[in-house]
């Protein structure tokens, strides 16, 4: 049997049957990375020798009959923003290119304290910000559908490694679609949990107002275990809120009856191509075949929400990417003359161009004279497209709209100008300025092959309805069990 | 209306945000700004009149905690990752004249 293609839930039966070892699975899972990482490139730091003592540990400490928790001795990577103490984190920049961190952010410890096998750190783009990886210092992460096409961005080390079962599962951020994206491409299912919902302790800030953390999971009950291990108040991070965490995984339905479905409009216009739109629209008519109530929903001001978006993430960022000065921690500039010199070689060397981008168009944003034009009404606008979705939420219980309007993209495709990355952000940064949770759930293949992601927002804190009506459509489908078919030897 | 920024608006904000570059890059960031800008400035046309702005989307509270000593992170630790430390300080250039 090959360990390392289960999932969460069958590998955790197999341990705690005591039918294999958590050392098996990892050495599994090592071995398919050997074989596939050199094409896929998912990886920036592997953490293997950690990972195979790791697992020799539990399996030696285990009593017989003891109970495991169910991700107990299971291998997962991480964002590489996202710091581990002990591990490398080096956000995919020269500027942190040898930052280890003396803590673990809050979801790895909780990963952590459940005895999950950190199996290493995974690549995104430089601080995060892209949509192909193209912008990490390292090196390219490659669509395992097809090598010669992007994997998303910045997530897309995570999704990647997920859909070529190098990893059980992933941890990774979003903060205006990212994790989403990537999920959608690499045809893995995804969640962009409510704001508030899940710790940003330990996460490298790049949005604070609209960074989460969630999981990249090989199928919604695997997603829905590792979503109930990292949600909850911390009090570390003074934004997660009070409200009860429920039982995720028990109220894992193949129910939709009576669900009330918001088709939104404005996001199956010209802009999406016929493929994605085809593949949607059927998955909500076997929804509505199992008893769910579909009608159409408009959210006319999220035409908006992509430049919104835009001014709102690049202000946070550069005051966030204001503290790396070469002084603490990061790289640093030698023989400097004044204080003055030592930050601005340090941050001109350290930094990239995309991030160099992000930080004067934010210093740009909120500078005098300009900071009502673009960052207050970046704000104000925010506040009618959270309006609109409550208003919507009157009427239904969650808004379904392709997770991008594209399958993944060939390397090279332009999509680095503002208005090819304001259509991508047109249907994953609604969800991300209003903080609302939404779900990736692969629901088909376009023509070439590439799979499609089909996006369920939902109410804040709901996302029990969520994962119960992403659920429902898997286990009437099969396009979560599809790996990519690629012949690695 | 078309926002253009220019080299120097490119040298104002690189000192604040200290960046340095070249002729050449002053040149393209410019050019990608102004896209950039051009493309966000239809938010101005959107009418915001009497709508509060969202800083946050959950409000936001103090929240308070006795005023215990807990543990801290080891100095000597967090000094790792820092390039120049003398005597459990960081060290940098000088500061004043």
Avoid at chain 1, 479 to 486: D, L, Q, W
Wanted: hydrophobic share 40%; proline share 3%; net charge negative.
């Amino acid at each position: 049997m090959e360990l390392y293609k289960l999932t969460v839930h069958e590998a955790a039966d197999l341990i705690n049957k005591r039918e294999v070892t958590s050392q098996q699975i990892v050495q599994s899972t090592l071995q398919q990375i050997n074989e596939v990482d050199k094409d896929v490139k998912a990886f920036i730091t592997l953490a293997d020798e950690r990972a195979l003592e790791e697992s020799r540990q539990l399996d030696a400490s285990v009593a017989d009959e003891e109970g495991l928790s169910v991700l107990a001795g299971i291998p997962f990577g991480v964002e590489d923003n996202i710091c581990t103490e002990g591990v490398r984190t080096t956000c995919a920049s020269k500027m942190l290119e040898n930052f280890v961190p003396p803590y673990s952010a809050t979801v790895v410890s909780r990963i952590a304290q459940q005895k999950g096998i950190l199996m290493g750190k995974l690549n995104t783009d430089e601080f995060s910000m892209g949509l192909t990886t193209e912008s990490s210092y390292f090196h390219e992460t490659r669509n395992p559908w097809d090598l010669n096409r992007i994997a998303g961005g910045a997530s897309a080390g995570a999704a990647a490694a997920v859909a070529a079962d190098e990893v059980f599962y992933a941890l990774a951020t979003d903060t205006g679609g990212s994790l989403r994206r990537a999920a959608a491409f690499c045809g893995v299912v995804g969640l962009k949990p409510t704001y508030g919902m899940v710790s940003r302790y330990g996460v490298i800030s790049s949005g604070s107002s609209m960074d989460q953390v969630g999981p990249v999971a090989k199928d919604v009950k695997d997603c829905a275990i590792v979503f109930q291990a990292i949600a909850g108040r911390d009090m570390a991070d003074p934004m997660t809120a009070k409200a009860m965490t429920s039982n995720y995984v028990q109220a894992l339905a193949d129910d939709v009856n009576g669900l009330r479905i918001g088709l939104l409009r404005e996001c199956f216009d010209q802009g999406v191509d016929k493929d994605v739109k085809d593949a949607v629209l059927n998955a909500v008519k076997s929804l509505e075949g199992l008893g769910a109530h579909v009608e159409e929903v408009s959210l006319p001001s999220i035409e908006h929400a992509p430049a919104a978006y835009c001014v709102i993430l690049s202000a946070e960022a550069s005051s966030n990417l204001g503290r790396y000065d070469g002084i603490k921690y990061g790289y640093r500039v030698e023989r400097c003359q004044d204080l003055d010199e030592l930050y601005k070689k340090t941050r001109t060397q350290g930094f990239g161009d995309e991030v160099k981008l992000r930080v004067m168009l934010g210093t740009y944003a909120l500078s005098a004279g300009n900071y009502e034009r673009y960052y207050l009404q970046a704000l104000k606008i925010r506040t009618i497209i959270k309006n609109e979705f409550e208003k919507a939420f009157e009427k239904f219980d969650i808004i379904v709209l392709p997770t991008c309007p594209t399958t993944a993209l060939r390397f090279g495709d332009k999509v680095d100008n503002a208005l090819a990355i304001f259509l991508a952000d047109k249907y994953t940064a609604p969800a991300s300025i209003a903080g609302l949770p939404a779900i990736t759930v692969p629901c088909g293949f376009d023509t070439k092959g590439l799979p499609i992601g089909m996006q369920f927002i939902g109410k804040a804190f709901d996302e029990s309805t969520l994962f119960r009506a992403a659920f429902t459509f898997e286990q009437n489908t099969d396009y979560h069990i599809k790996r990519p078919a690629i012949d690695w030897r | 209306m078309a926002v253009g920024i220019t080299v120097k608006d490119v040298e104002y904000l690189a000192e604040a945000a200290k960046f340095e570059f070249t002729e050449e890059q002053k040149q393209k960031f410019a050019q990608a700004l102004s896209d950039i800008i051009n493309a966000v400035d239809r938010l101005a046309e959107v009418d915001t009149e009497g709508v509060q702005p969202t800083i946050h989307v959950l409000s936001v509270k103090n929240i308070f905690r006795e005023d215990v000593v807990l543990p801290s992170m080891d100095r000597d630790i967090l000094l790792k990752n820092a390039a120049d430390v003398q005597d459990g300080c960081y060290r940098v250039p000088k500061v004043v004249e």
